[in-house]
């Protein structure tokens, strides 16, 4: 029988005296520990939130791999089940921009700024045109010391920061091509560098570090799982020379792919290749449980090989209008026009996934314009870090983008390209280029090669509606000069708010020598 009803029952004053002030102590007891209880859980439950660890993030970067060389973008040719659950598990980009070449995007990648503002808008080491009808501006060679990268930012935050594979960013004791090397990964924010590749990998029947690279992240990985960690995977396939392993170049051989291209086996079998290592990754995070708080961020530093052109030929006496001829091919871009090397969306557009689990629905497609210069603020927003520099970083986070699939201030946000040189492997003269919404523009200062890749001199402006015309085969600028004229103005405003400049007429300018290409120097470019 309780107390209380022994009051009743016993009619006793003495005893209810005594019971009620007990049971009410009782009561006011228990309460007091019940909100004792939900302050303690509440302090606890918000101490874990505050202290709950960020994610850690896996960047994967290929060299050279087209937009439509995965399955989840249209490609037809090879497999690449892994990258295609990639896709379904998280978010793919329709719309995912780089620059046109691998030293560029890199640079944009880690600095989280257009090229126009680091400066590093050419592939180093030096080379160029010194006698072609436009001059080429000079371009920063080295990526300095001491400047903030996505990794040094990263390490403020508490992150374990690690790479391996191609760096060229440097051409000296800290790295070069190859890699970024053990010892001198301070320098740019990372703790560690996996050691650079050996010739070996590179040997036909190698498969240019692929499995060595990623079994070198997935050590990384494990070693620092007690903490925040960002891994950089840049890959060298599948840029050229290619080599595959021979079980699979013969895969494709008994498909009745040959040697040569478009679509030459070893090309296919390197595409597979890096899918592979796609798979072996995610299996990887998954056993270590590391899965379910890991960002992974896949895309190529510049759009793949459709065709490369023979110019050393054009060294010689030529004609006023000479035309490139190819001399490799590699695989379609379709529908894209052109490939690495171009302002057109072959060069520029490249595939991009974003996989975080329980933040990016699973299978969401992106179809607004994003950038490389994203890629840091999105990863410094993440994992919750402002940058600790001054310097201007020149993308937006994209974190809402990634939850919901639309970001209204993408909608007219433009995107650019500056490329105040030649390179005549790919065809490309100087020239720049704005998106904005569905159009875009491109300036060529002074000449340019055409669709046949005949040279024409003279400035030129193109305009293009992507939206109806993704092959970039429709020039508006005629047609529709006030839009012209719109993105020509907000071109050239980026371009002073920047400090660069559209180049002019080559005071040294040779016809006889104007598609010369060299790596010496000349004294007039020399500090």
Known sequence: MSVTAACFVEQSDSACNLAVPALRLRRLTLAALMAFSALVGGLANLATAETAQPPNVLLILTDDQGWSTLGCYGGRIVDTPNLDRLATEGARFTSAYVTSQCTPTRATLLSGQYTARNRMWHVIGWYGCPWARIEELPFREQFPRGKATLASELKWAGYATGIMGKWHLTNNADGDYQGLRPGHSAHYGFDFAAPVLTKDEFSQGADRGVATLTQAALEFIDEHRNQPWFCFLSHHMIHGTVVAPTTLEDKYRQRGFGEEGPNRAVYLAGLETIDRSIGKLMDGLQAMGEAENTVVIFLSDNGGIDERLEHRSLAKPHSDAPKLQANLREYDNAPLRDGKGSIYEGGVRVPMIVRWPSVVPAGLVIQQPVHAVDIAPTISGMAGHTWTTEAPLDGMDLSE??????????????????????????????????????????????????????????????????SNDLGETHNLAERQPSTAAKLLERLHTWMSETDVQAPEQNLHHDPARAFETTRSKPEWLVE
């Open 401 to 466: 983008l990634l939850k919901t699939g639309h970001d209204g201030r993408l909608d007219t946000r433009p995107i650019f390209q500056y490329c105040p040189f030649y390179d005549l492997n790919w065809g490309l003269t100087p020239c720049a280029s704005v998106r904005m919404g569905d159009y875009k523009l491109i300036e060529f200062f002074g000449d340019r090669f055409d669709a046949q890749h005949q040279y024409i001199p003279g400035r030129r402006i193109e305009l293009y509606e992507l």
